[in-house]
């Protein structure tokens, strides 16, 4: 089977998916990988076929760290200012690596892109999220809202 994995994160949600892929391969599966730039490289040296996005991650990370020690709102404008700026040539890059795949899959940081790469390349996509995500929960906070006020702790955790 052809798989490919986006992911679209920094090293730390990106080195789980290097895993993936190398289990995959020895299970026989053809697998390439689209990682942002930079990262990349993490599959490649471990014998899986990737391809980079324009951009690094640490050229982002230095815009918003910055941006971050304003708050959250701060923090949303910057996103909601750079995604658009940056979507168009991610997509157009991960349905390069979609193209012929049987499957695509990816988490929250590769649904971005994958997705939309996965219907336009006619792949299935199979999400592999690294963190509890799906369902609403009061049992824990969810993954983009992981600081939620303590009280009233259940329904805050269901809603975030």
Not at 12 to 23: F, I, K, S
Not at 92 to 106: F, H, K, P, S, Y
Request: with cysteine; glycine share 14%.
């Amino acid at each position: 089977m052809r798989i490919a994995i986006v992911c679209n994160d920094t090293r730390g949600g990106v080195q789980p998916y290097v895993a993936l892929g190398l289990g995959l391969k020895r299970a026989g599966h053809d697998v390439r990988a689209l990682a942002p730039g930079g990262l990349e490289t993490m599959f490649t040296e471990a014998g899986v076929e990737a391809t980079a996005l324009t951009g690094s991650v640490d050229d982002l990370r230095t815009l918003v760290s910055g941006v971050a020690e304003r708050g959250s709102l701060a923090a949303m404008r910057l996103s909601v200012r750079e995604l658009p700026r940056r979507i168009e040539t991610w997509t157009r890059e991960a349905l390069a690596v979609c193209e012929g795949a049987d499957i695509v899959t990816g988490g929250v940081g590769g649904m971005v892109v994958g997705l939309s790469a996965a219907e336009k390349a006619g792949a299935r996509f199979v999400e592999t999220h690294l963190q509890p995500v799906g369902r609403p929960t009061g049992d824990y906070p969810g993954v983009l809202a992981p600081h939620v006020p303590p009280w009233p702790e259940r329904q805050w955790r269901l809603l975030s």
